[in-house]
Each structure stands twice: as structure tokens, then as C-alpha cells.
């Protein structure tokens, strides 16, 4: 404490006495854990950058609490230091966990934001959709146009006249082929924006094989085409199918394109008004052969 | 040197007795009822903060220490009953901030889960539109 070797002149001694006590307190014995403690805690916070941004306030609380606890100690009261320190570690804790929940609430900020664009994003891609679909829409109409020639739709006085040939079956069956699909697509789509007109869907075959086979055979195949049609949307109402075997050609059965021509199916689209029904009547009544009997008629 | 040695000593000893009665804890120190009332009220707010579910342990403390300076004010031992309440009053703050901070990180979850939903359901539903739209 104050003692030194005779050697040291008086006045030293005296300085250092003087200090000593003054002191008296803090350097009597080293400090207690608590305050070592409570500034270790204390600097590992202030050295934080989550704590020092976030939790400014708080930190200062706890340093000035550490303050009173080191006053604490100046003054020597050991017992008050260490309750002293004991609170400024509580205070440092405060500050630690004060930084986390604002780093919480700013991370909450962020992804309201973050949501905010997600919707926006979202909706912005259903107004971008929705627009996709009128464009395709209008192209698809202008395009039906050209397909309609790929069907060789045909204006006639009966109507507008399609014509599904052969290889959109399967060979001597009435099933579609995949391919068909797409042929078929294009046709519902035409006639689903004209609902006013009504439809004859006539199956044909060639003269090859007995002639009953051959009219319920295109009878199937007719009916096949209704049955599609109905599945896009079209109204079964507006639709009267026939099959009319090989009563009429198109073309003579002589040759191989002759016959694959001669097996088709013919869709009729009537002008506005006119009677499916009545259509096929008529279409009846056109046959040549009388002996020939009835077409195969669906019920 | 000696002389010198006499004049510490006795200094030292003089602050010792000091130091010695401000331990003590001696009735000349008045109530601490200042510090017992800012205790109940944080002890309250803690409560309110939700402290029971997030930060029980810390609520715990509060509460035992306040009780424990109510009764050091009751056997008039006022430094010790001001030393509990200043300590129940430093538990129950840090018993609100962990409530505050829990709700705090729970919003952040929520929302974080909010977005995923969010995002799966447009993704889902971009999907079904354009399956609608194949032919």
C-alpha cells in the first residue's frame, strides 16, 4: 500500500500515501467478479453492431448503470457493487435482447413489402394473362379462316360444307385418331361462335364391302364426330347426324384416291334458321337409288 | 514513516466503519418506497407484455424478489428492501423486452409462412390458367 524502503525521499512517499488512500477502497482489494463481469458484458455488447444500431437507448441504460456500480466500487462498498453490477448485467441483457426484437420488427417491414410485391407481381401476371388469352382469342378467329380452308369448307347452297376425310379414323373403325383432335378443336371452335346454326354431320364410306356394314359404319363414324363436338360445347340440339354408306360418292370408287375421297364425313353448317331436321329430310329425299333403302338414321 | 503509517491506518479504519454501517442496512436509510412502486409497475407490465408465456423464468424472478423486499420493508431492513426492488424491477423489464421480442420474431415467422402460402397459391393457380388456356 504506502510502504516503501527508507531510500524513497518523504515527499514521494507521501504523494503515493495520499494516493493510496484516496484509493482506498478501489485498490484495497482486486474487484469483485460481479463488476468484472458486468464489464466484460458490458463491452461485448458496445462492441455489437446489432446492439449499437438497434438498441442505442438501451445500451446507454446499461452503461450508465455499470457507471453506478463502478462508483459503487470507488466508494467501497462492496456489497452495493455487487448488486450494482448484478443490475448493470440485467441492463446489458435488456439491451441484447431489445436489439433482436427490432431486428425482428425491421425483418417484419421487409417482408410486408416483400408480399406487397408478390401480389402485385401476381396480379400484374393475370391482367398479362388475361390479355395473352383475348390476343390469342382474336388470333384464333383470324386464324379459323385459314383453317376452315384447311378443312375445304365449301360454301354450297346447302351451307357451309367441311369435309373430315378418312385418315382422321382409324382404318375401318369409327374411332378418331388423335390427330383428329386438333381438326375437330378448330371446327367447335368456328361453330361455337356462330350458335344460330345448325349442323348435319354425314358419314360416307366407299363401295367397297356390303352396303349394311357400310352404312352403319359411316353412321359411327358421324355419330363419333357428334359425340366430340358435344364434349367441346356444342349443343347436341343444333346437330342431326346420318350415315349414308357408299349412296353418295363424290368421286368414282375405281381408283384407291377415289375410294379414300369417297370415305369422309361431311360436316353441313346451315344458314342461320334453317333446320337440321328438316335439312336431312331433304337430304333424304336426294337419294338416288330408291331400292337402296333408308339411310342408317340414329334414333 | 511511521507517523505517516498511524495517519492511513487510521483513516482506513474510519472508512471501513463507514462502509461497515452503509452495509448494515440501518433504519436511518429511509423506505425505498419509490423503488417498491416502480417495481409493482413493471412487474404489471411484464405481465401484460405477455411475459408469462415468453419469459417465465424472468417473471419468476420479479415477482420473488419484490416479495422479498416487502417484506425487508416490513422488518424496517430499508437498504436490502431497496436493493430487491431495484433488482425486481430490473428482472420484470428484462422479462417484457423477451416478450416483446418473441412476438416480435413470431410476426416475422407468420409472415415469412404468409409469403410461401402466397406464393405456392399463385403458382398453383397460374398453372391451372394455363392449362385452361391449352386447347
Known sequence: ?299 | MALMGQGIARAALALVGVGALAAAGCASTPPPRESLSQAELSLEEAQQAGAQQHAPLELYQAREQLEQAKRAMEEEEHVRARRLAESALASARLASTRARTAEAQRDAEAMEQNIETLRAELAGARDTRRAEEEP
Open chain 1, 1 to 299: 500500500m504506502g510502504a516503501t524502503r527508507p531510500r524513497i525521499p518523504r515527499p514521494a512517499v507521501l504523494a503515493l500515501a495520499a494516493t493510496a488512500l484516496a484509493f482506498a477502497g478501489a485498490c484495497a482489494n482486486p474487484p469483485p467478479a460481479a463488476l468484472e463481469e458486468a464489464r466484460a458484458a458490458y463491452d461485448e455488447a458496445s462492441s455489437d453492431p446489432l446492439v449499437t444500431s438497434k438498441a442505442p437507448v438501451a445500451l446507454y441504460e446499461a452503461q450508465k448503470s455499470l457507471e453506478r456500480a463502478e462508483r459503487a466500487w470507488e466508494e467501497g462498498d462492496e456489497t452495493e457493487t455487487r448488486h450494482r453490477s448484478s443490475l448493470a448485467r440485467t441492463r446489458v441483457e435488456i439491451a441484447r435482447v431489445s436489439a433482436q426484437g427490432e431486428q425482428a420488427r425491421a425483418r417484419s417491414r421487409e417482408l410486408a413489402e416483400e408480399r406487397e410485391r408478390v401480389l402485385l407481381e401476381a396480379r400484374t401476371a393475370e391482367v398479362g394473362a388475361a390479355r395473352a388469352i383475348a390476343a390469342r382469342e382474336s388470333e384464333r378467329a383470324r386464324g379459323l379462316a385459314a383453317s376452315l380452308e384447311e378443312l375445304r369448307a365449301k360454301e354450297t347452297e346447302r351451307g357451309t360444307v367441311l369435309t373430315l376425310s378418312d385418315v382422321l379414323f382409324d382404318f375401318d373403325r369409327a374411332t378418331l385418331r388423335p390427330g383428329a383432335e386438333a381438326t375437330l378443336d378448330r371446327v367447335a371452335r368456328f361453330l361455337r361462335e356462330q350458335p344460330e346454326r345448325e349442323l348435319l354431320i354425314e358419314g360416307h364410306t366407299d363401295s367397297v364391302g356390303p352396303e349394311s356394314y357400310n352404312r352403319g359404319l359411316s353412321r359411327r363414324r358421324a355419330e363419333a364426330v357428334e359425340s366430340y363436338l358435344a364434349r367441346r360445347g356444342i349443343d347436341p340440339g343444333r346437330i342431326v347426324s346420318r350415315g349414308y354408306g357408299e349412296e353418295l360418292p363424290v368421286v368414282s370408287n375405281e381408283t384407291g384416291i377415289g375410294r379414300q375421297q369417297n370415305r369422309r364425313v361431311e360436316i353441313v353448317v346451315l344458314d342461320p334458321g334453317e333446320s337440321a331436321v328438316q335439312a336431312a329430310r331433304r337430304r333424304a329425299a336426294e337419294l338416288p337409288a330408291v331400292g337402296a333403302g333408308p339411310p342408317s338414321e340414329e334414333p
